[in-house]
């Protein structure tokens, strides 16, 4: 069955909504055209909720599968215990309020020729242009032994959730003395000084809970973000706590398995108490269902659109898209999200979308009270996405304490925003 | 004149003037031209503008210590960056940030900022 998407959701849930109170978006004034997002996160709705913003005629249907949302940055301040999940959790009342309609539901097919996106319901959206923001998928083709099982009991934690409680959980309940083991993986992946901002997160639980506990991060690669300022923070707050072993030290892993909860590399085996598996990573599914991947897993796209390489009228943007120097990272994709929608309102428009200038920041936290940065400017060259020159750069190495404190406020505040800009 | 006329008159001023400097022409990227109308439409924000509110909030009630952009007066966002970038003040990520960006894409920033309500 082929329907409007707007109209027939929208009157759906409209008694419910607060929408009911606001104009219907697309009967009225479809002039605007059809914009369906797949995937509600931080690029995803960020862009639902722009493109409302910058041409209230545009006719906006988000489709995602959780009526909750738990965002990743700050996740790993819960796995510390340092902060309940319930913050990371918004609905989407006000994206609907907007005028969006939502659609609870996976996307299971695109035929780009069609326009049109394919529900597991069986339902069929029409759309004049599509935005992709997918997010991840974890491959558990891999690391031998690493399946969807086997993240039961090594926890992956790297979509913020269920797993992120997992990995809690396990903490608590290991002994004093247990070894953590963390393995990131290469990069590409989600949020590049994740794994380490993990890393001081439970070094900071082992710190203070179960001292004679220690952390062995197991790493696919020689180098890592913000590495000198995590290296400093280790030895000043974690001292004997945290050993970093690099991909030329053997650090890569070969192998594991869940039942014995054995962790190897090529040089060793090592025994965990708590296993967290990082591993590699790839555009969502519907990325590969639409064909907008390349062989890498991820998603070619123009840097001034977003417009997928591979597919017309489809835009693919957030952690699914390759966006040249740009991290995988919940600012990154807020940002990439309105740059999206104002490229979308110009092109629906028959006009040509403006060179965007990108920024992003990605805040760390290494303990309560003392947060890290790496920053920087973003535009089109070369049909990629590059560093403005002068522009990139972590927070100062010697630094006094007060700018960590700064950054941490920093760092508090910024989330606050970007959450409210996406779901207040 | 309403605020909003009044804010749009600005934009479209600014949209010219954009278009018109000679720094933008300088830029080594293709431009302003190949892009479409002129960058500024009432609106639209300019190159970099969509950013800003990762941080600085569009709502008036997030707590933060990045203070939000919208109404400040243009003049004292183009001062304060300006001192970011040149290190006279202190700052936590505006140092860097501040270095991404002309004097003109920071003036056209702060323009559509102070227009915005």
Known sequence: ?424 | MTCMRMAIAVISVLSLAAVASPARAQRPIPPAEQFGKPIGTPGFPPPGASSCTGCHPASTSVDTPAGRLIGRSPSDIVTAVAAFRSGQRPATVMDRIAKGFTDDEIKAIADWYGAQK
């Not at chain 1, 082929?2 to 759906?12: D, K, N, Y």
């Not at chain 1, 605007?32 to 996160?41: E, L, M, P, S």
């Not at chain 1, 249907?61 to 918004?90: H, M, W, Y």
């Not at chain 1, 953590?180 to 590049?192: E, G, H, L, M, Q």
Request: charge should be positive.
């Open chain 1, 1 to 424: 069955m082929i329907r409007s998407p707007t109209r027939r959701h929208f009157l759906r849930t409209a008694a419910a909504s607060a929408a009911a109170t606001l104009p219907i978006p697309a009967l009225a004034q479809a002039a605007g055209g059809r914009v369906v997002v797949v995937g509600g996160g931080f690029a995803g709705a960020t862009c639902a909720r722009a493109l409302r913003q910058l041409d209230p005629r545009t006719a906006v249907t988000l489709v995602e599968t959780s009526q909750t949302f738990t965002a990743c940055p700050f996740s790993n301040e819960v796995i510390a215990g340092l902060r309940d999940i319930k913050e990371q959790q918004f609905d989407y009342k006000s994206v609907a309020a907007d005028g969006i309609v939502m659609v609870f539901d996976q996307a299971t097919a695109v035929d780009p020729h069609a326009r049109m996106v394919t529900l597991a319901n069986g339902d069929r959206l029409r759309y004049d242009r599509l935005v992709l923001a997918p997010g991840i998928e974890l491959r558990f083709d891999a690391i031998p032994g690493y399946t969807e099982a086997a993240a039961e009991r090594m926890p992956h934690a790297w979509k913020a959730g269920e797993q992120t409680l997992l990995l809690r959980r396990q903490l608590e309940a290991m002994p004093d003395g247990g070894l953590v083991v963390i393995a990131p993986p290469a990069n590409p992946y989600r949020c590049p000084p994740g794994p380490y901002e993990r890393a001081s997160q439970i070094a900071y639980y082992v710190k203070t809970k179960k001292p004679k506990s220690k952390l062995i991060i197991l790493d696919a690669k020689d180098q890592f973000s913000k590495q000198r300022l995590f290296e400093d923070a280790w030895k000043e707050l974690y001292p004997g706590i945290i050993e970093w072993v690099s991909l030329s030290m053997g650090g890569k892993v070969s192998k594991v398995d869940p039942a014995t909860m054995t962790v190897e590399t090529d040089f060793e085996k090592h025994k965990a108490a708590v296993a967290n598996i990082i591993p590699p990573q790839k555009a969502g599914r519907i990325a590969e269902l639409a064909g907008v991947a390349d062989r890498t897993g991820w998603c070619p796209v123009d840097p001034v659109s977003f417009e997928s390489r591979l597919q017309p009228n489809i835009h693919v943007i957030g952690d699914a898209c390759i966006a040249g120097a740009m991290p995988k990272a919940g600012f990154a994709a807020n940002a990439q999200g309105k740059v999206c929608a104002a490229a979308l309102v110009r092109l629906l428009a028959g006009q040509q979308p403006d060179e965007p200038r990108l920024i992003n920041t990605c805040y760390t936290i290494v303990a309560p009270e003392y947060g890290i940065t790496v920053a920087a400017v973003y535009r089109p060259s070369n049909g990629q996405l590059v560093e403005v020159q002068g522009s990139a750069g972590t927070s100062p190495v010697e630094a006094p304490r007060s700018t960590r404190v700064e950054e941490a406020k920093l760092a508090d505040g910024w989330f606050k925003t970007i959450t409210g800009e996406m779901f207040g």
